[in-house]
């Protein structure tokens, strides 16, 4: 976007997502401090060993659905590179 693109009413419209964007995290960042503050130790505890467990289990999830890499072989065996003829050869 250009300098020159940039009328009022796109720039009224960025502050406004802006400032919405703002309260949002402000209101999540306070709830999240309001529910952390409600834990026991072992609730922590809890909720840290289903990260732990959950993360790779995502991992796994994502690594399945991503389409092959064209970069990566397809499987079977690699091909043997040609060598040059040497002097006996010709």
Do not use: H, W
């Not at 999830?61 to 040497?86: H, V, Y």
């Amino acid at each position: 976007m250009r300098l020159s693109d940039l009328t009022i009413d796109r720039v009224v419209g960025l502050l406004i997502r802006l400032i919405g964007a703002l309260f949002v995290l402000i209101f999540a960042a306070e709830f999240v401090c309001d529910l952390l503050n409600r834990l026991t130790f072992f609730d922590m505890l809890a909720l840290l060993g289903f990260f732990l467990l959950i993360s790779p289990v995502a991992y796994l999830i994502r690594k399945r659905r991503q389409p092959p890499s064209p970069d990566r072989p397809r499987g079977g065996a690699e091909r043997t590179p040609l060598l040059p003829p040497t002097e006996d050869e010709e």
